[in-house]
Structure formats: structure tokens, C-alpha cells
């Protein structure tokens, strides 16, 4: 099989923000600063950020998630007939981590807004990756899968605007076939849908939520998800790359939904028409590899999440190996790559650990999988 995967070692796409954004973005919320003036600020080190990604060796370069507050959020709100509202808890991670106070609450029909900032944010880093690029790599975009809208407060504004799950669904996809077309006839080749709703169906106080504003069983509400998600792919264009990231949670390196594998949502796996999943594997709460048998389709590759994020510490490569070779029962080694298990920083705070820290672990991560793949040729 021919991969549509830059590289055997990928990553989630965010990295942790360096000081003059958060310096910078922090001096805009303050209103010391104008936005052309944070613009300024996050092209600058956006750049230096890509040409870091291709110096150590990284194929599928982003922005970093640089110009974002969230990983969700900003997106969301970036649409029409969204908007960021203050709420009174946020988000309970791990440990008794809680995220920001701010959420989105739907407050008219959902479109698509011509004048999205992610266009242009994306020509940016595409011009970059073609400046200092050897023509190896490629501009990669993550946005919130569709079932992510279900992170949000139903309001009687809400209610007035969609009587029924399904058709606020309906005009989402809508909005993301738009989303996918702009970045496509832009350029964009490579786009990553951040799923964090199909990982929650091992968790029961979150599917009673789903369940709860939706008025659907546990099933219907599965299906729904699957529907939204091949609606605004249904048009995909044959050479776009679209991954999936399963993710279960990410801030301040605490996770927040509970233990489980991916048992009940991996028989959906095929169903849905994604070229690549980015699986979370870094510990033993994501369960055994067996649930990778569902994934039939032999164009289908794999990104196995068994590095982590969240801490420095380097993984054993012998230990890395096995669980490569474990995956590969399942899945065709061919098929596989592997990459953290998510984002270095889901939102602006970040993980515990330095930005050298990241950069030793992406390293670590590229010279484990040449090792891997590259023995593995060699024995063909």
C-alpha cells in the first residue's frame, strides 16, 4: 500500500506556546495591544516554528495551534450562529484540574462565516512550508470533528434555532463541507479532525449527557456522530488527506474521560470515511490493540498514539518495538505509524514540560520509527 501519510512519525499538531504569544496574547485579553499587533507577534514565531518542525525532521508541519486559545473552541466559535460565552465551572480533568470558565452556546442557524480567519491562517503556513520546506512536506490543519459540538451548554435560544439533534447536525456539516472546500481549493492537502466524543462512549456520565440533550439512545447518538462525520466528508476530494485524532482529554498533562478501550466505537471504525485514526496508546487506560481488527479497509493506516504528550521522559525504544509488533497482528505494519498520543498543549497552558522537552521527545519519536520502518524494508 502506497501511504497518504507524510511520515511514519507524525504528531497531533499543537505545540506549547512559546513566551512572546503568551506575552503577546495575554497583552491583547489586557487590551494593551491591538490584533494586527498579536498578528505581528504569532507570524513571527509561527515561522520559527515551522522551520523547527522541518529541521528536526518532521513531514506534516502546523501552525502549532499558535493563533488559538483552544483546540475546540476557537473553531466553533469561528462559525456563524456560535458564539463563546463565560459559564460558571469549567471542564473537571484528572486531579482536580479544571479547565478555563469559557464554553459556546448556539445562538442562531449554523453557517459557514466568509470571512473565517482559518483561510488565511492556513495560506500563511503553507507559504512557509513552500519557503523553507525542500518540497517533502506538507501544511497539515486540525479542527474539532462535527460530534465535538456536544462540549456546550443547550440553551432556550438554542432550542428555538434546532428542535432536534439531527438537523443542527445537519447544518454543521453544511458548514464543514464549506470549511473543507475553502482550505482545499487553498491548497490544503492534509486536514485532522480532533475527535474527543467517540473516545467517550467507554464513559458513561458522558454518554448520559450526550443522551440527556439529544433525546437519543446510546446507539442513535453513535450513529449521529458517524452520519455528521461522512456528511462533511462526503465530497472529499480524492488526494485530501483526513485523519481522525481519538483523543480523550488533554490540559495541564491530565486527561478527563474515564478508563476504557475503544471496544464499542471500533466496529464504526470502517464506517467512517477517514484515510488515517490517531489513536491514543500511551498508557494502559486505552485498553489492547485488539480492537484495531475492525479497521478492514487496507487503504486505512494507523497512527499509534504510544508516546505521550503529557511528560518528558523519553519511552524505551525496546518497549515501543513490541508494542509496534503487537499492533501489526491487527494491522499491517505498512499501515502503521506512530506519534504522541495528543497535542502538546490542547490549549495556550500546555503540558508539564519544556519546550526543549517537546522537541527531545519528537526527535525521539522520528529516529525510533526510521529505525522501525527502515529495518523493515530491509528485510523485505
Known sequence: MTSKLPLKADHVGSFLRTDPVKQARASYANGEINRAALREVEDQEIEKLVKKQIDVGLKAITDGDFRRSFWHLDFFVSLKGIEKVEIDSGLQFADGVEVRRVS???????????????????????????????????????????????????????????????????????????????????????????????????????????????????????????????????????????SVHMCRGNFKSKHIHADGGYDYVAPSFDKLKYDAFFLEYDNERSGDFKPLENIQRRDAEVVLGVFTSKFPELEDEDVINRRIKEASQYIPLENIAVSPQCGFASTEEGNILTEEEQWNKMKHIIQIAENVWDKASIDK
Open 104 to 242: 459556546y452556546e448556539i445562538k442562531d442557524k449554523i453557517e459557514f462565516d466568509e470571512n473565517n480567519a482559518l483561510i488565511n491562517d492556513f495560506l500563511y503556513l503553507n507559504d512557509l512550508v513552500k519557503k523553507y520546506g525542500d518540497g517533502t512536506q506538507v501544511a497539515k490543519v486540525a479542527i474539532p470533528a462535527p460530534g465535538v459540538i456536544f462540549y456546550r451548554n443547550v440553551t432556550e435560544d438554542e432550542k428555538k434555532v434546532y428542535a432536534d439533534a439531527r438537523a443542527l447536525f445537519r447544518d454543521l456539516g453544511k458548514a464543514y463541507r464549506e470549511v473543507i472546500r475553502q482550505l482545499y481549493n487553498a491548497g490544503c492537502r492534509y486536514i485532522q479532525f480532533d475527535e474527543t466524543t467517540l473516545t467517550t462512549f467507554a464513559d458513561e456520565n458522558f454518554v448520559s449527557l450526550m443522551t440527556g440533550i439529544t433525546d437519543l439512545s446510546k446507539e442513535e447518538v453513535l450513529q449521529l456522530i458517524i452520519d455528521a462525520t461522512n456528511y462533511a466528508l462526503e465530497d472529499k476530494p480524492a488526494d485530501l488527506l483526513v
